[in-house]
């Protein structure tokens, strides 16, 4: 949570993001912090692409020439071990999957697999 980690000080960001967090912690107190940060996580880094809900349908999704996976398929995950997940997230994936090895934390990207896991539609046919 409190990592003392040296990013990037945009203070609308801090003061929105702040403001987030804590009406979030208001809404769900208890099922903070790990859950909402890795989903404020996911939606700024992964979300334009991959879509909020993960069905690969984010607004620079079109602007890809390449097909994006479906993370609400139960398919996908099945055909994926958290291994191959992380490798993906970390080395990043041709032609158009960037590479988050230098900018995430492993506990960060492990969260991100654990998260897209949980966007599969239970019952997804
Ligand atoms: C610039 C757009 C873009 C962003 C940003 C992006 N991805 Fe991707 N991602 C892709 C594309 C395109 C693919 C499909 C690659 C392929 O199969 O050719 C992909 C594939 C994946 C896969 C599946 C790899 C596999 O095993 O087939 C995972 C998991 C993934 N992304 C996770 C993430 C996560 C987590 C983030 C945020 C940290 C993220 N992506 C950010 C474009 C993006």
Redesign the pocket.
Known sequence: MRSGSPSSRDDMGVATCGLLMLALSLAFPGSLPAQSDTKV??DA??G???GVGGAGD?A??KA?K????S?TDSAFAAG?TDE??TA??ANG??????A?GKQ?KPEQ?KA??AY?RQLRKPSAK
């Open positions: 996580l996911y880094r992964c334009s692409c991959h984010g620079a999704a890809l390449v097909p994006l996976p993370f994926r191959e997940l993906s997230i994936k041709a032609p158009m999957m960037p988050f995430l990207i991100l697999v897209i």
